[in-house]
């Protein structure tokens, strides 16, 4: 057993509800203790968890660090990326920014190189984009399918996906592939049978665009249907990019989480209100494809549960920077920045369903990050500024220099 004492603490945002005034809609936001130090323990590498936490002189440990007035936050949780491609999409992203809509068509480009991709080129892009995401402050990273089509392509994904994470989603039905015999319903029945048959095993959740050239709201159902049948968490792309049946949809099926939520009525933001489907907003896509952004104030204010995430795919949002994607929830979605910072951390944590994470309350996972920056604030203030010093996993330091 060993125990690090990080001392010199500016701020340290715990989400811990002992540290703070109790908000209506994200227990712990805000959170958090000033002038203060955090120790670690650690029984095996990368298993740290927090000892304790406290103001005033740390007590003693084996190791200390004084990160010298910085900020310390939990490590954020990203619940929704798209990581596993081939291929670069940067034309149509051109093209948007000229007038051109975004349409969920260019996913067969990235289906079409994706399969034409060697198992290594696939993981050597991977391990690029989770080291750029930890470089970033994520410590806990949700890999969907979706660019495979065919039962042993999507499993070739997941199998990549699981050599990162354990959180992985199965999104079979992401699009039907251009002249699929059939259609998307025969595209639908390939999803049900012999793609669920290849991949139910290898992924904890089961995921489909409901959208308009993608899948209607039956065959979404079928879709999600079958695969909590097989055992998956269900999740769904929804109201992405017009008002539709996605959101009812998934708080209907109990869906961990609804994604997008860029398009929503007034039945749609008191059904998820009411319900235990994270509301998960991904901003960085509204950004990229020049889409309204999602009204985040209206859905904290109702009570949802609201997440924030990268959906880091090459079409709609490549990125995976969730500094930048609290900077967008702040300034045009409305959160304020604690909201935003618990958002990114405790939200998409209720949504992977992993108790404790997006927290650093005594016995949780050291996730953490070290900031640049005297306060968190700054991750709105500072928009595009290189603010993550250092990211710790279980209180091992995977990114920065520190
Ligand atoms: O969440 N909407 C569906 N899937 C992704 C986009 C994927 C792509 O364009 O390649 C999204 O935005």
Redesign the pocket.
């Known amino acids: 057993m060993s125990t690090v004492a990080l001392t010199g603490i500016a701020r340290l945002v715990t989400h811990d509800p002992l540290h703070g005034e109790a908000h209506p809609a994200m227990p712990g936001a805000g959170c958090g203790l000033d002038d203060a130090w955090l120790v670690i323990e650690s029984h095996r590498p990368g298993e740290g968890r927090v000892l304790a936490v406290g103001t005033g002189s740390a007590p003693p440990a084996d190791r200390r660090v004084d990160v010298g007035g910085r900020a310390v936050i939990p490590g954020f949780v990203d619940s929704?990326t798209?990581l596993v491609?081939a291929g670069d999409?940067g034309e149509e992203f051109t093209a948007r920014m000229a007038g051109a809509p975004?349409e969920?068509g260019?996913?067969a480009r990235?289906i079409a190189a994706t399969t034409a991709a060697s198992d290594d080129e696939l993981r050597a892009g991977l391990a690029r984009r989770i080291a750029e995401a930890r470089a970033g402050g994520t410590t806990t990273v949700e890999v969907k399918s979706?660019?495979g089509a065919t039962p042993s392509q999507e499993a070739r994904l997941l199998s990549l996906a699981r050599e990162v994470t354990p959180h992985t989603t199965l999104l079979g039905a992401?699009v039907t592939p251009p002249g699929f015999p059939g259609g998307a319903d025969a595209f639908v029945e390939l999803v049900v049978g012999d793609v669920l048959d290849a991949c139910a095993m290898l992924a904890g959740s089961v995921d489909v665009?409901c959208?308009v050239g993608?899948f209607d709201a039956d065959q979404s159902r079928t879709v999600l249907e079958a695969g909590i049948a097989a055992g998956l968490v269900p999740r769904i792309?929804a109201n992405?990019l017009s008002a539709g049946p996605g959101v009812q949809l998934g708080v209907e099926l109990g869906c961990a989480s609804a994604?997008?939520c860029t398009h929503l009525s007034d039945a749609d933001v008191e059904a998820l209100a009411g319900s235990a489907t994270v509301a998960t907003l991904?901003p960085a896509?509204d950004f990229s494809t020049r889409q309204p952004y999602p009204d985040g104030r209206r859905l904290v204010d109702a009570g949802a549960t609201v997440a924030l995430a990268s959906?880091c795919?090459?079409?709609?949002?490549y990125t995976s920077s969730m500094p930048l994607v609290i900077a967008l929830a702040v300034r045009d979605c409305h959160l304020t920045l604690d909201e935003a910072l618990w958002a990114a951390t405790a939200g998409g944590a209720r949504s992977l369903g992993i108790a404790g994470a997006g927290t650093l309350s005594v016995g949780a996972a050291a996730d953490l990050v070290v900031l640049d920056a005297p306060h968190p604030s700054h991750l709105a203030y500072r928009p595009g500024m290189p603010l993550v010093a250092a990211t710790f996993v279980g209180g091992h330091q995977v990114s920065g220099d520190l």
């Open positions: 929704h798209h491609f999409r975004y969920a260019g996913i990235t979706g660019y992401h665009f959208e993608a792309h992405q994604d997008h991904l896509t959906n795919n090459p079409g709609s949002s």
